[in-house]
């Protein structure tokens, strides 16, 4: 079978060929089942951007005679979706759905494609609609290869370059990233001696792994999410959580000791991270989170390639 993936690409994401780590993760492991690949990128913002894109799809499509398009995003299905001939599954990761402008394209992209996928349930909610489409939730999956606990919490950090004798706390994403609320994140940190918020950009899959394990905890504060893959992958090294309640973190992190959801108050999600500083105890999330192991996710995905490409 052979697929087109459409997506944007990241700047910033280390190691991953443009391409955010949990779609090129997915990818690869789909690759395994017999599944050739070729991406088109939506390089760069604006319009011009998605313009350039569709041009190179068109072109891809000549030259590589794909049974599928896989796009990523509203913005990429609802270009995938202005060719008719090769049937498309969407994506919706999140802010394709929250921001209500890019909602509208993704709307269209929701009626166009052949198979709708969403990250999470609340995300499927706001696209709620009369129309008998086909949609499924399916959050994308965590790499288990890459992501595990490190009992050496010294020599990871050690490794990170990070001093022994403070207490970090891993913020979700990039400071300057709006949507990621870091002024709260910031008040809270603030509140606490002897402690650094560590800002999660520009590292190797391998090294925020080593982050993970080496960081005290890892927090969230973000306005709007999907399904946060910044969770999940903390979840599988064991690494306390405080976040806000948003996207699907209430369900992923509630039964796991020493995590906790809170309102957006600094005061709160500082008595929390104190907390986890006193208690000084990893989790148990990696056994919680076993349902989204990147394989069997990919198994759900590959049963969904093959269900449209019979209808065509």
């Known amino acids: 079978m052979r697929i087109i993936v459409v997506c944007s690409y990241r700047s910033f994401s280390a190691h991953s060929d443009y391409v955010s780590?949990?779609?090129?993760?997915?990818?690869?492991?789909?690759?395994?089942?017999?599944?050739?690949?070729?991406?088109?990128?939506?390089?760069?913002?604006?319009?011009?951007?998605?313009?350039?894109?569709?041009?190179?799809?068109?072109?891809?499509?000549?030259?590589?005679?794909?049974?599928?398009?896989?796009?990523?995003?509203?913005?990429c299905g609802f270009i995938s979706n202005l060719q008719i001939k090769i049937p498309v599954v969407t994506t919706y990761h999140g802010s394709d759905i929250n921001k209500f402008r890019?909602?509208?394209?993704?709307?269209?992209?929701?009626?166009?494609?052949?198979?709708?996928?969403?990250?999470?349930?609340?995300?499927?909610?706001?696209?709620?609609?009369?129309?008998?489409?086909?949609?499924?939730?399916?959050?994308?999956?965590?790499?288990?290869?890459?992501?595990?606990?490190?009992?050496?919490?010294?020599?990871?950090?050690?490794?990170m370059g990070l001093e022994l004798n403070k207490q970090y706390v891993l913020f979700s994403k990039m400071f300057?990233?709006?949507?990621?609320?870091?002024?709260?994140?910031?008040?809270?940190?603030?509140?606490?001696?002897?402690?650094?918020?560590v800002e999660f950009i520009g590292y190797s899959r391998e090294e925020a792994c080593l982050l993970m394990n080496a960081c005290d905890a890892a927090v969230m504060t973000s306005l709007s999410e999907g399904s946060p893959q910044f969770i999940k992958e903390a979840m599988a090294c064991n690494c306390p959580i405080v976040s806000v309640d948003v996207g699907d973190v209430r369900n992923v992190i509630e039964t796991t000791q020493n995590c906790f959801i809170t309102p957006y108050d600094e005061v709160v999600i500082s008595e929390r991270l104190n907390e986890i500083f006193i208690s000084n105890h990893r989790t148990n999330g990696r056994e919680k989170i076993s349902h989204f192991d990147n394989k069997d996710i990919c198994q759900q995905i590959l049963d969904i390639y093959k269900s449209v490409t019979k209808k065509v």
């Open 102 to 159: 890019i909602r509208l394209v993704s709307k269209v992209a929701f009626y166009c494609s052949a198979f709708n996928i969403f990250v999470s349930h609340a995300l499927l909610a706001k696209m709620q609609s009369n129309s008998k489409l086909n949609n499924e939730v399916i959050p994308c999956g965590v790499n288990f290869e890459k992501f595990f606990p490190i009992d050496d919490k010294q020599s990871c950090r050690i490794k």
């Open 21 to 75: 780590p949990f779609i090129w993760e997915q990818v690869n492991e789909l690759s395994k089942h017999g599944c050739e690949f070729r991406y088109v990128l939506a390089k760069g913002g604006g319009v011009g951007a998605y313009i350039r894109c569709l041009l190179e799809l068109y072109q891809t499509i000549t030259d590589f005679k794909p049974n599928l398009i896989h796009a990523h995003g509203g913005l």
């Open 176 to 197: 300057y990233d709006p949507i990621k609320n870091y002024p709260l994140a910031k008040s809270a940190i603030e509140l606490l001696p002897n402690t650094e918020l």
